[in-house]
């Protein structure tokens, strides 16, 4: 609160972080101005590349992904507290952003912006997220079938995880998860 009405209030910048427990968390992380740096096939596939390596690196094991032209999202187990969540993501920003940097003749470029995170706590949202991510690019419009899509993890849990299973998550509605971004579909 405010000394003074005068006194300029105290405003975030960024999303608060609570990563002091371990959990399976939803992670969407997207570029400054939601800029299309990532959209070509050869850019997907380094995010892509990317994120897998930096969350085997960090311990996370990841249960569904989605990589888009300027944002991803994640669902994933810490390994213990989350609290390496941030050096993770930075990581991979710090080598994403320079290697794209590189490759567009801007080395001071500002690539990414910041990351939200959720605690999945209940298991209809854990589900429902899985949902969401692995039908990400559907419902951007990119493929009709979300196992078309090589920088997701659809194809991946189609093929590792029971048919039953598959059925069971994919029935989950996700409709009431806010995604604003729009993505560039020349992928």
């Known amino acids: 609160m405010p000394a003074s009405p005068d006194d300029p209030i105290p405003w975030p910048h960024a999303p608060v972080h609570r990563l002091t427990e371990h959990g399976i968390y939803f992670v969407t992380t997207a570029t400054l101005h939601h800029a299309h740096h990532f959209r070509t096939k050869e850019r997907l596939e380094v995010l892509h590349r990317g994120l897998l390596t930096v969350c085997s690196e960090f311990g996370w094991r990841l249960e569904a992904w989605a990589v888009f032209s300027n944002h991803y999202h994640f669902v994933a187990e810490s390994p213990g507290t989350a609290d390496n969540l941030s050096g993770m993501l930075g990581a991979l920003h710090e080598k994403t952003a320079k290697w794209v940097n590189k490759l567009d003749a801007a080395p001071a470029r500002h690539v990414w912006h910041n990351y939200w995170e959720t605690k999945l706590d209940f298991p209809h949202s854990y589900f429902a997220r899985l949902n969401y991510t692995h039908q990400n690019a559907v419902r951007h419009g990119l493929v009709k079938v979300a196992n ?12 590792n995880t029971s048919s039953a299973m598959v059925k069971s998550i994919y029935r989950f509605k996700s409709d009431q998860i806010a995604d604003g971004f729009e993505v560039d579909e020349a992928w």
């Open 148 to 159: 078309d899509y090589p920088w997701c993890s659809a194809a991946w849990f189609e093929k």
